[in-house]
């Protein structure tokens, strides 16, 4: 496979990040290798088979990672793919700590980035969770209930966007919380935008 080429405007996240400058590094140095598209996307480094995204690299305080598109889809045989939170349907992450832990891995994660190509070009598609799945925290039904209005204009929002809104709003633990949450996108709802638009 053809080497992929670095792109000058992703360089400068390679610039900035100082705590896994290396990691990072290494990490790029697979991923091109297998023959992927650099690009800028979410503010991280992004790779793609033509148009379709396969990985992305970014960083946390507590690691850094090489998030796969469709991990779910894959088949894992040494069990470093990660699902980040519960709500989460098919990304996973494949976590590191240091740059000789990615060194060592070189061939692994090779093999995991083609076979996430060969997913892609199979074109296989996760079977995603419905919207009525996912949990409805207390103070949005609430809301809901008692304003027709917002009922309408949360059921006319995309599938996507009504997920983005139930998970963001039954993140918190506190009620307070939570509820401070609903209040404070109420008026995005009445737009018809999502959580980041």
Known sequence: ????????????????????????????????????????????????????????????????????????????????????????????????TSAKEIVKMKSILKSYINEAIEVEKAGLKPTLKKTSEYEMPEEFKNRLDKNAALKKAFKALTPGRQRGYLYYFSQPKLSKTREARVEKYIPMIMEGKGVDD
């Open 1 to 96: 496979m053809e080497k992929g080429a670095m792109n000058p405007k992703v360089d400068w996240y390679f610039a900035k990040e100082v705590k896994w400058h290396e990691e990072i590094e290494q990490l790029r140095t697979i991923v091109l290798d297998c023959g992927l598209r650099e690009e800028l996307k979410w503010g991280c480094p992004c790779y793609a088979y033509q148009k379709s995204n396969i990985v992305l690299i970014h960083v946390f305080k507590e690691y850094c990672a090489l998030l796969f598109f469709k991990g779910a889809l894959m088949s894992d045989p040494k069990g470093i793919l990660i699902q980040q939170t519960k709500n989460v349907q098919v990304p996973r992450q494949a976590r590191f």
